[in-house]
């Protein structure tokens, strides 16, 4: 079929894509390629025959049961189920949907070789169906179905750009009409959203929906987040998490040679990472930097950004003493969010930001003025390329994208600062050179 065609039918998003997934395919394979398509990922013993599910004991939640109940009365308190050796159950082939929903994390294409695998195996007439892209193709209807020919080329391959991914919430009547609509159209036996906490929050408002509807569709949550936070008794770890800590702790050990080769400069490394520091934990233990800055034990210490400035001042003073001036600092990309001045400031921001003209120009001065004193006095203390950051970098919801805010810059300058202080009163004697870094989008895939 031509790409025109297709447009006409599906719409030019999805022609675009199945254009640029025809030139993945025409590419020539390079040996690295080639043998990448050879890896086949180990499976657990349990799963490599048939197996069938036992169910076991009724699930609740961590916390808050009583209100989570009530937000999903037909769906909570499910039992669990544990996979067995043995035959299931005959049944008629299942047409499985699946869709990635938020940012990429490594491992998300094998996701989906794992699901046609399995299905093909257990009956050739299975047939598993991708939306694309994400949550979006779902309320839209766009779909592919997903074979071995074309699922081929991304076996063992990074990036969602199979069948695309988006961070579209399903939250609207008219929403959740239209895929209750696609889902019987395409006669669906299961819907599997491959999401981090936010999708799976939405993957479960779904499935409480489908059971209100007496839809025949199950939903399914494959946890998906670089950050290591999606876990709890069942869930051991999400996937994505270790290979992104692997290449964050390459970047930061490259990062330490060239400091050591160089003698001359300090590294300040910002990780992903907003409300949890796990990759930040994991990337520090395999690379031993010399100073590592844990959000949460900010948090837990109320600490203010001057205290840290100096405990890090300390260690500079201390190295130079050694004859060593240089070093690596690590800190999350979410650490200005924990400091608790800087965390009031923000939540000032927000609100007064969101009944403001997303469109206009911030006025530095005019929302300085609107704060509450204290707020105020933390805003006049910070760069004036950090004051427009947090008032300029913003969601569709007015709220701050502390990963655009340059927290390693402004770590960096507030120690600069602090080691001038120093050096004026004689208490230090060495030079202070920084690079800082945002290890970031680089281990998503």
């Known amino acids: 079929m031509a790409l025109d065609d297709i447009s006409s039918l599906f719409g030019q998003e999805f022609a675009q894509k199945m254009a640029a997934m025809q030139e993945l395919q025409s590419i020539s394979r390079t040996p690295l390629h080639l043998e990448r398509l050879k890896y086949k990922p180990r499976l657990p013993k349990m799963l490599q025959g048939p197996v069938r599910t036992e169910k076991t004991i009724k699930t609740s939640a961590s916390g808050d049961?009583?209100?989570?109940?009530?937000?999903?009365?037909?769906?909570?308190?499910?039992?669990?189920?544990?996979?067995?050796?043995g035959e299931a159950p005959s049944s008629k082939p299942l047409r499985i949907g699946v869709l990635f929903s938020g940012g990429p994390a490594p491992g998300g294409h094998n996701v989906i070789a794992g699901l046609y695998d399995y299905l093909s195996k257990r009956n050739p007439m299975n047939k598993l169906i991708g939306f694309t892209p994400g949550p979006k193709g779902l309320i839209q209807g766009k779909h592919m179905e997903i074979d071995a020919e074309k699922l081929a080329p991304f076996r063992n391959f990074g990036g969602f750009h199979l069948i695309g991914s988006d961070r579209t919430k399903i939250e609207t009547d008219e929403q959740f009409a239209s895929v209750k609509k696609n889902c019987e159209s395409l006669d669906l036996d299961g819907v599997v959203v491959i999401g981090g906490d936010d999708s799976n929050t939405n993957a479960g408002v779904l499935a409480e929906y489908f059971a209100k509807e007496k839809l025949k569709t199950k939903v399914i949550g494959v946890p998906k987040t670089i950050d290591g936070d999606l876990r709890n008794e069942y869930v051991e770890t999400s996937f994505g998490y270790d290979s992104a800590c692997k290449v964050y702790a390459e970047q930061i050990g490259n990062l330490s040679f060239d400091a050591m080769s160089a003698r001359n400069t300090y590294h300040f490394c910002r990780l992903m990472g907003r409300e949890a520091s796990h990759i930040l934990l994991e990337a520090a233990l395999e690379t031993h930097p010399n100073f590592v800055i844990v959000g949460e034990e900010v948090k837990a210490k109320n600490q203010k950004l001057s205290e840290i400035a100096s405990a890090v001042a300390d260690m500079v003073v201390e190295r130079n003493l050694k004859g060593l001036d240089y070093g690596v600092v690590v800190l999350s990309e979410g650490f200005i969010d924990f400091l608790p001045d800087v965390h009031n400031l923000i939540e000032e921001l927000n609100e007064l930001?969101?009944?403001?003209?997303?469109?206009?120009?911030?006025?530095?001065?005019?929302?300085?003025?609107?704060?509450?004193?204290?707020?105020?006095?933390?805003?006049?203390?910070?760069?004036?390329?950090?004051?427009?950051?947090?008032?300029?970098?913003?969601?569709?919801?007015?709220?701050?994208?502390?990963?655009?805010?340059?927290?390693?810059?402004?770590?960096?300058d507030v120690v600069a600062d602090e080691l001038k202080k120093r050096k004026k009163a004689g208490t230090y004697k060495g030079a202070f050179r920084v690079v800082p870094h945002f290890l970031g989008y680089e281990a998503r895939c």
């Open 65 to 85: 049961a009583e209100i989570i109940q009530s937000l999903f009365p037909l769906t909570f308190g499910q039992e669990a189920v544990r996979i067995v050796p």
């Open 353 to 412: 930001m969101a009944h403001g003209d997303s469109n206009a120009e911030p006025d530095v001065n005019a929302v300085a003025a609107k704060l509450s004193a204290e707020s105020a006095k933390c805003f006049s203390t910070l760069p004036s390329y950090i004051q427009l950051q947090l008032l300029a970098d913003r969601d569709p919801h007015g709220n701050v994208q502390v990963s655009k805010i340059e927290s390693d810059k402004l770590l960096a």
